[in-house]
């Protein structure tokens, strides 16, 4: 019992740190595309792991299997979903901060 305590606890604090990481991603980097990128990746991973945690927590039965399956459809949508706002954000005219400087230098 007490290992399976120690293994959900380590896998929720990672998470946590992921996701941690993740925000401050998103206040420090320049522009929309590279804060999408870093909220994508540290929100998908922390849901994940935080996810497994709580599996690995409740034991095998059908609570972790309903907790599985949300982190599955999350791990699958939340990539697709990022996806389509970076491509709808590149459509309506967002530029990368490569390609602001470069712009700047050019002039």
């Known amino acids: ?3 399976r305590e120690i293994i959900s606890a380590a896998l929720l ?5 992921l ?3 993740s925000a401050i ?9 590279s804060r999408l990128h870093a909220s994508s990746i540290g929100e998908t991973m922390g849901i994940v792991l935080a996810g ?4 690995v927590y409740h034991g095998f039965n059908l609570t972790s299997l309903k907790i599985l399956l949300v982190v599955a459809a999350l791990f699958l949508v939340n990539p697709l ?4 706002i970076g ?6 005219g967002q530029q990368s901060w490569k390609e602001e400087n470069h712009a700047d230098i050019s002039d």
């Not at 604090?13 to 740190?17: D, G, I, K, P, T």
């Not at 991603?25 to 595309?33: A, E, K, T, Y």
């Not at 979903?81 to 389509?84: C, E, P, R, V």
């Open 13 to 17: 604090l990672f998470s946590f740190a």
């Open 87 to 92: 491509k709808a954000a590149i459509h309506s």
């Open 52 to 55: 497994i945690g709580l599996a």
């Open 19 to 21: 996701m941690l990481i």
């Open 25 to 33: 991603g998103v206040f420090r980097l320049p522009d929309f595309l």
């Open 1 to 3: 019992m007490i290992v």
């Open 81 to 84: 979903g990022t996806h389509l």
